[in-house]
């Protein structure tokens, strides 16, 4: 299959090439060539496949021969190595969990299926491949995590120092190995422009083989897709069936797009967010205003310009009405989410991240107004990972789990860095040497 921007339909590349750019020219968005179809009848004996089986045969249509089978097959594996359950918790509204994997975050997924793609290509390369990657918490742990031990790939994770919690910090700078943490002198804003401008930096691209590993790489999306299919397929009734996603690049509710344009029958997304509510606002106006993001306790989804935006109008040729059709969008206030939490954990007994929270505010939302739905919500975190917040919401302490645990009992490891382009690029040259 061939890969397009879409800021320029002409611009076609191989999975390769739209893998290890990570973004086309002129910061366009690489999309599939063309959105494979299941059969119906796939649909009608999924549920007695396996999650890795239902993750293979997904990959495979985007992957095609591009990677061997037998590779791909071990590359899938590797991703779904923890499950992804729905939980009931209240009549016909399921929990999505998708915070099993090694950094209690859905990100993991993305992750690690784009490690292992990219270590696939770079076995391929003379130079190591270098991914630079600026956090404000969860993308460096789920990125970092997911490359650990991938050979031929060196991870440099760039974050503010002071500014990530220490769960968060430990996460990546307790791994070693092909993994660095560089902890900087300044705030995520000049983490990220030091990053954007090391792209940039011709010199320096001559020398190392630098990529990206941000949301928008589409080794990222494709697996995004994967527990969509998983997740229908386990529902007991198949009927009306809503997903509402906690959004703020929107990646994952762009994945859920893609698995609806392959054939999963779904009756409606929701676009669920905080109050950065630029999409809801999009399909309530067909205006598309980005701003600056404002800080929520759903802080993962603080995107006041949605980087996967571009993608979403792609997928139904910009035509608003085609996207209204099967999209709402719903914004909440940080009261609102607390209170959900709240309701939830004293009538329910479970407990809802933030981020989760939105979600599950933006089905019932949906469902007050269409009460046959069976709805899904995606809980995109372990609630531990904002421990604080929840416990002071919910009056209770709650349980870290073991594999967070852990973390806190590594060695924190980082380089110390100044804010300044030039001290970056002299340590990023050193890197160049024993490659040379
Ligand atoms: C990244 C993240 C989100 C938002 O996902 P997008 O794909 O950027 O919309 C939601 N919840 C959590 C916990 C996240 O880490």
């Given at each position: 299959?061939?890969?397009?921007?879409?800021?320029?339909?002409?611009?076609?590349v191989?999975?390769?090439?739209a893998?290890?750019?990570?973004?086309a020219?002129?910061?366009?968005?690489?999309?599939?060539?063309?959105?494979p179809?299941?059969?119906a009848?796939?649909?009608?004996?999924?549920h007695?496949?396996s999650?890795?089986?239902?993750?293979?045969?997904?990959?495979?249509?985007?992957?095609?021969?591009?990677?061997p089978?037998?590779?791909?097959?071990e590359i899938?594996?590797?991703?779904?190595?923890?499950?992804?359950?729905?939980?009931?918790?209240?009549?016909?509204?399921?929990?999505?969990?998708?915070?099993?994997?090694?950094?209690?975050?859905?990100k993991d997924?993305?992750?690690?299926?784009?490690?292992?793609?990219?270590?696939?290509?770079a076995a391929?390369?003379?130079?190591?491949?270098i991914?630079?990657?600026?956090?404000?918490?969860?993308?460096g742990?789920?990125?970092?995590?997911?490359?650990l031990?991938?050979?031929?790939?060196?991870?440099i994770?760039?974050?503010?120092?002071?500014?990530?919690?220490?769960?968060?910090?430990?996460?990546?700078?307790?791994?070693g190995?092909?993994?660095?943490?560089?902890?900087?002198?300044?705030?995520?804003?000049?983490?990220q422009?030091?990053?954007?401008?090391?792209f940039?930096?011709?010199?320096l691209n001559?020398k190392?083989?630098l990529?990206?590993?941000?949301?928008?790489?589409?080794?990222?999306?494709?697996?995004?897709?994967?527990?969509?299919?998983?997740?229908?397929s386990?529902?007991?009734?198949?009927e009306?069936v809503?997903?509402?996603?906690?959004?703020?690049?929107?990646?994952?509710l762009?994945?859920g797009?893609?698995?609806?344009?392959?054939?999963l029958?779904?009756?409606?997304?929701?676009?669920?967010?905080?109050?950065n509510?630029?999409v809801?606002?999009?399909l309530?106006?067909?205006?598309?205003h980005?701003r600056?993001?404002?800080?929520?306790?759903?802080?993962?989804m603080?995107?006041?310009?949605?980087?996967?935006?571009?993608?979403m109008?792609d997928l139904f040729?910009n035509?608003?009405?085609?996207?209204?059709?099967?999209l709402?969008?719903y914004?909440?206030?940080?009261?609102?989410?607390?209170a959900?939490?709240?309701?939830v954990?004293?009538?329910?007994?479970?407990?809802l991240d933030?981020?989760g929270?939105?979600?599950?505010?933006?089905l019932?939302?949906?469902?007050?107004q269409?009460?046959?739905?069976?709805?899904?919500?995606?809980?995109?975190?372990?609630?531990?990972?904002?421990?604080?917040?929840?416990e002071?919401?919910?009056s209770?302490?709650?349980?870290?789990?073991?594999?967070?645990?852990?973390?806190?009992q590594?060695?924190?490891?980082?380089?110390?860095?100044?804010?300044?382009?030039?001290?970056?690029?002299?340590?990023?040259?050193?890197?160049a040497?024993?490659?040379?």
């Amino acid at each position: 299959m061939k890969f397009y921007s879409t800021n320029n339909p002409l611009h076609s590349v191989s999975l390769r090439e739209a893998v290890i750019k990570g973004l086309a020219p002129g910061q366009g968005l690489f999309m599939p060539g063309q959105i494979p179809v299941l059969p119906a009848s796939y649909f009608k004996s999924i549920h007695e496949k396996s999650f890795s089986q239902i993750a293979f045969d997904i990959a495979r249509a985007f992957v095609e021969d591009d990677i061997p089978q037998d590779r791909l097959k071990e590359i899938v594996s590797n991703t779904i190595s923890f499950d992804a359950p729905l939980v009931e918790i209240e009549k016909n509204i399921f929990s999505l969990e998708l915070f099993h994997g090694p950094t209690l975050a859905f990100k993991d997924f993305g992750a690690r299926f784009m490690s292992q793609v990219l270590g696939y290509f770079a076995a391929e390369q003379k130079k190591e491949v270098i991914i630079l990657v600026a956090t404000s918490g969860d993308t460096g742990s789920a990125v970092a995590n997911g490359f650990l031990d991938v050979k031929g790939t060196r991870v440099i994770v760039l974050y503010p120092s002071g500014k990530v919690s220490e769960i968060q910090e430990k996460q990546f700078t307790t791994l070693g190995k092909n993994i660095t943490a560089l902890e900087v002198d300044g705030t995520f804003d000049n983490c990220q422009q030091l990053v954007k401008q090391a792209f940039s930096d011709e010199e320096l691209n001559q020398k190392l083989f630098l990529t990206s590993a941000n949301s928008i790489n589409l080794a990222r999306l494709i697996p995004q897709s994967f527990y969509y299919f998983y997740a229908w397929s386990r529902l007991p009734k198949k009927e009306h069936v809503v997903f509402s996603v906690p959004s703020g690049n929107f990646g994952n509710l762009t994945a859920g797009l893609i698995a609806e344009k392959m054939g999963l029958p779904i009756d409606h997304f929701i676009a669920s967010t905080n109050r950065n509510d630029i999409v809801p606002n999009y399909l309530a106006s067909s205006q598309f205003h980005p701003r600056p993001s404002v800080e929520t306790i759903s802080n993962a989804m603080d995107v006041g310009n949605p980087s996967n935006f571009a993608r979403m109008i792609d997928l139904f040729q910009n035509n608003f009405s085609e996207i209204k059709r099967i999209l709402s969008g719903y914004s909440f206030s940080d009261e609102e989410t607390k209170a959900a939490m709240k309701s939830v954990f004293t009538q329910r007994k479970y407990v809802l991240d933030p981020h989760g929270a939105v979600g599950y505010l933006g089905l019932k939302k949906y469902i007050s107004q269409y009460p046959e739905t069976v709805g899904v919500f995606l809980e995109t975190a372990h609630p531990s990972k904002f421990k604080e917040v929840v416990e002071e919401t919910l009056s209770t302490e709650i349980q870290i789990p073991e594999r967070l645990k852990i973390f806190l009992q590594g060695e924190k490891q980082t380089v110390p860095l100044e804010a300044d382009y030039n001290s970056f690029k002299n340590f990023l040259k050193t890197l160049a040497l024993p490659h040379e």
